[in-house]
């Protein structure tokens, strides 16, 4: 069984500084993708960034950075230069590379940036 | 291209009745997946398809629970005899295999409130 843990329920930072959130998971597999998904108060699920786990490289989308630790399971986010519009739940969520590719997800963080 | 349509975006019901929640995915994604997400949780995958045929289901769709696929278009979820504790967020999300895309498309979610 595939698992995601985030520690984290709620964090606030002020605006234009960096936040680091935080997700462990635990899988089986060798194979297998980590997403950060967020989901603002309009409710849509927006994908932030993807992880393929064979790849050390650590994946970045502009103002999005993660830190990926294979070894030690961890898959956290950094959001640079935070904006008021990245106020939102912000989910990690796991993928497996063999038979179905279901998403399984964390609990979520919400993150309020504060003007 | 909309992007994952869903209908209703809210439904509050009598406990007892049925209801029936539809979804169109982005016309070029293969599979369809169902999650349902209750307040200060993380999605929770119920069920998902690869075109028409329903690959995988989780324990928590009960036998109250049924959703097809025709034609391997649109999707539809339905509820028989409604409890309170299906009152949740269902959300469905589609993507493809066929570009080996791993982006999986949210759509906004139907609300149903359980009265």
């Known amino acids: 069984a595939q698992t995601v843990t985030q520690s984290q329920p709620e964090m606030s930072v002020q605006e234009a500084e960096t936040v680091t959130l935080s997700c462990t998971y635990d899988?089986?597999?060798?194979?297998?993708?980590l997403f950060w998904y967020k989901q603002p108060p309009s409710r849509q699920m927006i994908l932030v960034i993807r992880q393929e786990a064979y790849k050390q490289q650590n994946a970045t989308e502009n103002r999005f950075s993660v830190n990926f630790q294979k070894a030690a399971k961890s898959f956290s986010l950094k959001i640079s230069d935070s904006q008021l519009g990245d106020t939102a739940m912000y989910f990690c969520?796991?993928?497996?590379?063999?038979?179905?590719?279901?998403?399984?997800f964390g609990t979520g963080t919400r993150l309020t940036i504060i003007p | 291209d909309t992007g994952v349509s869903q209908d209703p975006r809210h439904k509050i019901t009598k406990r007892g009745q049925n209801v029936t929640f539809r979804c169109d995915p982005i016309?070029?994604?293969?599979?369809l997946y169902w999650y349902r997400q209750t307040l200060g949780q993380g999605p929770e995958f119920l069920t998902y398809f690869q075109n028409e045929a329903q690959l995988e289901k989780s324990r928590l769709l009960s036998d109250r629970f049924s959703a097809e696929r025709p034609k391997g278009s649109f999707s539809t979820l339905e509820i028989q005899r409604t409890e309170q504790g299906d009152s949740a967020m269902y959300l469905c999300?589609?993507?493809?295999?066929?570009?080996?895309?791993?982006?999986?498309?949210f759509g906004s979610g139907t609300r149903l409130t359980v009265v």
């Open positions: 899988t089986s597999e060798n194979n297998y993708y």
């Open positions: 999300a589609s993507s493809s295999r066929l570009t080996g895309d791993y982006g999986y498309t």
């Open positions: 016309s070029e994604h293969n599979r």
């Open positions: 969520a796991l993928a497996s590379n063999f038979g179905n590719e279901k998403l399984t």
